[in-house]
């Protein structure tokens, strides 16, 4: 029997927001990563990097400050080090995990761009908050430079960029080949560095993309079995948080659908991931989406907990 392909998505909590704590988060997230692998599942595994991308503009913008000499990072390379650096733990983490288990698996991580629309609505409408506080002077300067920013109560302005939706890995043949080969696969980190074609070049594009969406765009170019997206609570619930809260075992898309227009689900938390699951599984028939919590992988792509969307009823 042919081993099914996974595509897993990390979310902040395997991550945490600090360089310490990543270290300290990654060591409970390879567990589940590892049990699939022991498990004979070809894994490709993204990540989020919003903790991490902000970080690292902050860090570059304060540079600039200081020294007339550097220029401060636009988004892409700062999604580029974000990247960089996250899979550099991931994939050592991870390897030392499958060696404790007697598995010998080269983990690679692929540096990966994904394409972007430049007419996409989101770059009318910037809403992703980045980088650090600013006073009403460094904002007006920005906003001179074509940049948005917002203000927030209490704390002084922000900037922020568009989120526009994924459409083509640029590496998919690189990374279908690593995974062909039986490597476990670190792609599209924080959603893939956003880059527009123009003429045959590849232009970094002032954003960030949603690493659910850029999972679910993954996932169906490699013709994965499962979407599995990894997050903070174990099942997908209608009326979260409240008394009427009530946990969903499965959905079809059209259920999803209908859940989405009833306003059940949060714009920064479990939307996205619902728009995944129904994106994937429109264009893959045959697979599935499974969000769970991200110590119970193994067992929701098992069926044993998790939320399950397929595309109609079995």
Known sequence: MEKKTIVAALGHEALGDTLPKQKEALQNAVKTIADLVEKGY????????????????TAMTELGKLHAEYTVSPMSVCSAMSQGYIGYDL?????????????????????????????DDAFGEPEKKIGCYMSEEEA??????????????GKGFRRVVASPKPIRIVEIDAIRALVDAGQVVIACGGGGIPVIEQKGRLKGASAVIEKDLSSAVLAEELKADILLILTGVDKVCLHFGKEQEEKIDSMTIEEAQDYIKEGHFEKATMLPKIQAAIQFCEKCPMGETVITGLDNGLKAVCGKTGTHVRKKEI
């Open 42 to 57: 070809r894994v490709v595994l993204t990540h989020s990097n919003g903790s991490q991308v902000s970080m690292i503009h």
């Open 91 to 119: 994939q050592n983490t991870l390897r030392t995990e499958l060696l404790k288990r007697g598995i010998y698996k080269t983990v690679a991580t692929v540096l990966t761009q994904v394409t972007v629309d430049p007419y």
């Open 140 to 153: 007006a300067l920005e906003e001179s430079k074509k940049n948005s920013v917002v203000k927030v109560e």
